[in-house]
Structure formats: structure tokens, C-alpha cells
């Protein structure tokens, strides 16, 4: 996993109120703002791992979801 997609990643977190949630967009703005789509890849791989390890929660339509398979608009939240 990347340490600086999932360093920014939980500070984005942690500076929302309890039970918001944050767009994968976001954490890739924040590594880059001019090349953000390249860093996608890894917010999605650190966003899957985190959530495997019950430290983050996966939504879609503001419900939790598996991280497996995961494809569409989905959002991020701290557990």
C-alpha cells in the first residue's frame, strides 16, 4: 500500500464530522492536484486494504458494501 495515500487519506478522514464521508476523488486531489486520476489506482488499493482490516467503511448509495469488487461511486468513512 502507499503510506502517503493512507496517511491523506485518514487525515481527510479525520477532519470530518462523525458519519461523513469522503470521495476517493478527494484523497487523489489532495496526493496531486494536477495528476490526480494517476493516483486513483493506489487511494483504491489503500481504500480496499484499510476496509479489509475494519479501520474504514465502504458506501454506495450511503449504505456499507463489501470492498471486494467494488466498482461504480463509492464513498469513504471511518468505521
Not at 502517503?4 to 464521508?21: F, P
Not at 484523497?27 to 479489509?52: D, T
Request: hydrophobic letters at 40%; charged letters at 30%; a positive charge.
Amino acid at each position: 500500500m502507499s503510506q502517503l495515500a493512507e496517511e491523506t487519506l485518514l487525515e481527510l478522514l479525520s477532519q470530518v464530522r462523525k458519519g461523513e464521508s469522503i470521495s476517493p476523488n478527494d484523497v487523489a486531489k489532495a496526493i496531486s492536484r494536477e495528476n490526480w486520476q494517476r493516483e486513483l489506482p493506489k487511494v483504491r488499493a489503500v481504500i480496499v486494504g484499510l476496509a479489509r482490516q475494519g479501520r474504514i467503511e465502504l458506501l454506495r448509495k450511503g449504505k456499507p458494501v463489501d470492498p471486494e469488487g467494488i466498482k461504480g461511486i463509492y464513498r469513504v468513512r471511518l468505521v
